[in-house]
């Protein structure tokens, strides 16, 4: 079965359930003046949208789904249409409720997906791990971010990037088990685990932090009088700082 998922802000995508090669928009033979339609609809994208108290999106759906019904229509049992609905909002958890409409047949699901965190509340816990290009702080939404905020010296801040890239100069993606043994050998986590000191040291309670190991499963805090806290590898450390908003 063909699937055509669409979904206010997001480029059309398409799904063959079955496998194998799968197919482009292209290919489903959409109708001109219904893909015409759809477009305008899309391009008119309301900045707003993504803001969960943004009261207009109701209309701005109704009016994309409507379009999808009619493309449903034209396109019988060739392809299944699957329009994609807000319906609700957490605030407590900054999550959206979204639904799932196939046009076809009538099935239905729903499912929650977080939302990007609000400015004062995405910093308040930072990741630190490496990656390519010397990256190794992320925020709760798992973007990079420098030294800007939480503000710390650039003397630590090149120091933390000179240490991530032994990381790349160490990983190969076919062959993680030697990766790793390269790793313990110079001492990777323990270098990392020193500045992530350094680092609680000089923000002090503007955030968390968090190390999360490369050679264990497992993420440690740094806390400012020099102990540590071992948390399960994957801590939902999100809803703490949604719930000490404001403090």
């Not at 219904?34 to 701005?60: S, T």
Request: proline share 3%; charged share 30%.
């Amino acid at each position: 079965m063909t699937e055509l998922h669409i979904s206010p802000g997001h480029s059309w995508s398409v799904w063959e359930t079955n496998g194998g090669l799968q197919p482009t928009v292209e290919s489903l033979g959409i109708p001109t003046k219904i893909a015409a339609k759809l477009r305008r609809w899309q391009n008119r994208w309301l900045a707003d949208y993504e803001r969960p108290e943004f009261i207009g999106r109701k209309d701005y759906e109704a009016q994309g789904r409507d379009i999808a019904e009619e493309l449903q229509k034209t396109a019988g049992a060739r392809f299944h249409v699957v329009f994609r609905h807000w319906v609700n909002f957490d605030s407590r958890r900054w999550q959206t409720l979204w639904r799932e409409e196939d046009l076809f047949s009538g099935e239905q699901k729903e499912f929650w997906l977080g939302d990007f965190l609000p400015d004062d509340v995405v910093k308040k816990v930072v990741f630190i791990y490496p990656d390519f290009g010397g990256a190794y702080l992320w925020d709760l939404d798992g973007s990079f971010i420098g030294n800007e905020g939480p503000v710390f010296s650039d003397t630590l801040d090149a120091r933390f990037t000179e240490w991530a890239e032994q990381w790349e100069a160490c990983y190969d993606i076919h062959d993680t088990e030697t990766s790793k043994a390269r790793l313990a050998e110079k001492g990777f986590d323990e270098q990392g685990l020193a500045l992530a000191a350094e680092l609680k040291c000089a923000i002090g309670d503007a955030a968390r932090v968090i190390y999360c190991c490369a050679l264990r499963k497992v993420e440690v805090e740094l806390l400012e009088d020099d102990t540590t806290i071992e948390w399960p590898e994957d801590t939902d450390f999100r809803q703490w700082a949604l719930d000490h908003r404001g403090n």
